[in-house]
């Protein structure tokens, strides 16, 4: 089995990637980690062959160790990938420069191998604005590759449509979360795109350690992992139905001599569109090198799938897409909450008092001061929204992709409504006006995708609409219930 898989003409990085995600754990009591001593620990990693490592602007030290290697201790060529992940308030192309230079700083390098873009709230679309100057700072030369990090398979694909070159998206993957197996892996397989994957042990909880044990309270678990993927345990059926897919694991693992961590990460590393796993270590303590490496000695059968898929059938389903979990409840983070992020979501658009009862956005098309009117307005608990195109500022997103498009529109639908005080449930009547009547199925079931549990009136029509790259516009009626 080939342990390496290559992302781009540029970028070739070990199928296990170490994620330094556990430094910041290492050092949330306020300590700081000794950045050359914990340097050194990286060397057994790279000696064994696993020469990536996945890091954040928000892993503690994590940046400046992985530099400190590179620059000071390592003789192998090895690949240093990190994330941004801003706060969901508005930002200019300084701010992304900044964020950017801050990285090549701390890890003491010309240009990032992979920079890769986290965004909170796809209906404020300062996340396009984000992708395209990092997309100006991978033509200056600053960033060599652009990743996405928790993004779902509609907006992968509009990002995707808009002119970013985008070669990854790092995603949540296990036997407990199989979200990124069905509609992220059918757009991963169009625009040829890997998955880079974490989460695959579950925390540490996927392993025979936990096997046959009580279900620990929250007080005893440990790290901040742990305290995350208990939720996903939760989630998917609770503590019982998980010593069963335990079980099911010990029977395969036994069957090849081997351990239950490796059968999890062999079933995942197989999985369609899936570059890499994403493996944390806590540097330093326990490192597991050997033991993982073991996973490339495994070859699953279909006896083996089957047992497993079995298993996993009677696990309840993690709700939503991909990276769903950091934007829709229920929220699996290590707090089950979003506070230590950020405060509040600001409001995508600025709301603007007309009368004490009448307020009105503007979402800065062209067309808006164009023909004199609103993106949306609202009249006492009535929000009516104009027929929207997918335009940002004077670009067309989501290229000729109609899906792409309904999208995007819907997210500026959304964004309206959220801006004036409500929620896209309050929608209860959608227009749609479709350029090709061919695109009809597929801007209908991006359109279900949305709406399936809202349900609103609707109506779709052929028309010619105004400007011909535009494929599908939609307009919506909204009431905010008192």
Known sequence: MNKYCKLSPNLKVSRIITGLWQIADMEKDGSSLDLNETAKCMKPYVDAGITTFDMADHYGSAELIAGSFRNNLSKEPIQLLT?????????????????????????????????????????????????????????????????????????????????????????????????????????????????????????????????????????????WSQMKYKRYIDATGGWEQFQKLLNTLQKVSEKHQSQIPIIAMKYIMDRPSVGAIIVGARLGENDHIKDNMKVFDINLDEDDINLIENEQRQLLPISGDCGDEYRKAPILTAAGDLTHHFDALPKPYKSIEITKNRNTV?????????????????????????????????????????????????????????????????????????????????????????????????TMVKAELIGSEYLVEIEADAVIDK
């Open 83 to 223: 994330k941004w992940v801003p706060d969901p308030e508005q930002k200019t192309t300084q701010d992304v420069r900044s964020a950017v230079e801050i990285s090549l700083d701390r890890m003491q390098s010309e240009a990032i191998d992979l920079m890769q873009f986290h965004a909170w709230n796809y209906a404020n679309p300062y996340w396009l604005d984000c992708l395209f100057w990092l997309q100006e700072l991978k033509e200056e030369g600053l960033i060599k590759n652009i990743g996405l990090t928790n993004f779902d398979s509609a907006h992968l694909r509009i990002a995707l449509n808009s002119g970013v070159e985008i070669i990854s998206n790092q995603v949540s993957h296990s036997l407990l979360d199989q979200r990124a197996g069905s509609k992220m892996s059918e757009v991963c397989q169009e625009f040829n795109i890997k998955l880079l994957v974490f989460g695959v042990l579950a925390g540490g909880f996927l392993s025979e350690k936990w096997l046959g044990l009580p279900e620990p309270s929250r007080k005893h678990l440990t790290t």
């Open 362 to 458: 503007n979402s800065g098309t062209l067309w808006e001061d164009l023909a004199g009117y609103s993106r949306a307005v609202k009249k006492d608990n009535y929000i009516a929204i104009s027929g929207t195109t997918a335009t940002h500022g004077e670009r067309v997103i989501g290229g000729n992709d109609a899906i792409a498009q309904t999208h995007f529109i819907i997210d500026k639908i959304e964004g309206s409504i959220e801006s004036l005080g409500g929620t896209l449930k309050d929608v209860i009547r959608t227009r749609i006006f479709i350029k090709n009547i061919k695109d009809w199925k597929a801007i209908a079931r991006a359109h279900g995708e949305r709406f399936r549990d809202i349900s609103p009136a609707n």
